[in-house]
């Protein structure tokens, strides 16, 4: 069974994106690593479906104690559990609020397929454009609604920024599981 927690961040100069929740999915899926399995996590909200694929970036972790999230934007979908080698594209900076009232970082992570690997032209190449940024925003704020979670949305951070924010979550990753 594969540890997807920890596959290697990066390949080749590039970013790892492990699939979760596919594009079209009216459903959360999340990975559960003790028993290696994606599992049925909360509905969406009515009429609400990711609009690409959503994942994490493995052996990184974030302020709320996860891997840091990404969303593959593309014209396909994957399944749970597949591999994107991913170009950088940006990160949506969240500040989130949990239901038991915990004030924490939870930013977006935004990338494509890297063109070798996705042979259709990517949607963005070198950056988010302000429609699709405008479009994302509106997912993350609605797809929230009903959990108890409050999310703050806190501005978009380019590919150059948002490596270092990726770098600092592996960084993270190898504190806490240097003796494991």
Same mark, same amino acid.
């Given at each position: 069974?594969?540890?997807?927690? /920890?596959?290697?961040?990066? $390949?080749?100069?590039? !970013?790892? =994106? #492990?699939?979760?929740?596919?594009?079209? &999915? +009216?459903?959360?899926?999340?990975?559960?690593?003790?028993?290696?399995?994606?599992?049925?996590?909360?509905?969406?909200?009515?009429?609400?479906?990711?609009?690409?694929?959503?994942?994490?970036?493995?052996?990184?972790?974030?302020?709320?104690?996860?891997?840091?999230?990404?969303?593959?934007?593309?014209?396909?979908?994957?399944?749970?559990?597949?591999? #994107?080698?991913?170009?950088?594209?940006? +990160?949506?900076? =969240?500040?989130?609020?949990?239901?038991?009232?915990?004030? =924490?970082?939870?930013? /977006?992570?935004? !990338? $494509?397929?890297? *063109?070798?690997?996705?042979?259709?032209?990517?949607? +963005?190449?070198?950056? =988010?454009?302000?429609?699709?940024?405008?479009?994302?925003?509106?997912?993350?704020?609605?797809?929230?609604?009903?959990?108890? *979670?409050?999310?703050?949305?806190?501005?978009?951070?380019?590919?150059?920024? +948002?490596?270092?924010?990726?770098? *600092?979550?592996?960084? &993270? !990753?190898?504190? *806490? !599981?240097?003796?494991?």
């Amino acid at each position: 069974m594969a540890d997807y927690l /920890r596959l290697p961040a990066t $390949c080749r100069n590039l !970013f790892r =994106v #492990i699939v979760e929740t596919p594009r079209g &999915s +009216a459903a959360k899926l999340a990975y559960e690593p003790k028993t290696g399995v994606f599992e049925y996590s909360r509905p969406l909200p009515v009429g609400n479906t990711y609009p690409y694929d959503w994942g994490f970036v493995p052996s990184t972790l974030g302020d709320d104690g996860d891997p840091l999230d990404g969303l593959v934007i593309h014209q396909a979908a994957a399944a749970p559990g597949v591999v #994107i080698k991913c170009n950088l594209l940006g +990160a949506l900076r =969240v500040k989130q609020r949990d239901p038991d009232g915990t004030k =924490v970082r939870n930013d /977006r992570y935004i !990338f $494509c397929p890297h *063109k070798e690997d996705a042979p259709d032209e990517p949607v +963005a190449t070198a950056d =988010v454009p302000r429609d699709l940024r405008r479009e994302i925003e509106q997912f993350f704020l609605s797809s929230v609604l009903g959990t108890g *979670k409050k999310i703050k949305l806190k501005g978009w951070q380019n590919a150059a920024e +948002a490596k270092l924010s990726l770098t *600092k979550g592996m960084k &993270s !990753f190898k504190r *806490k !599981f240097a003796d494991q």
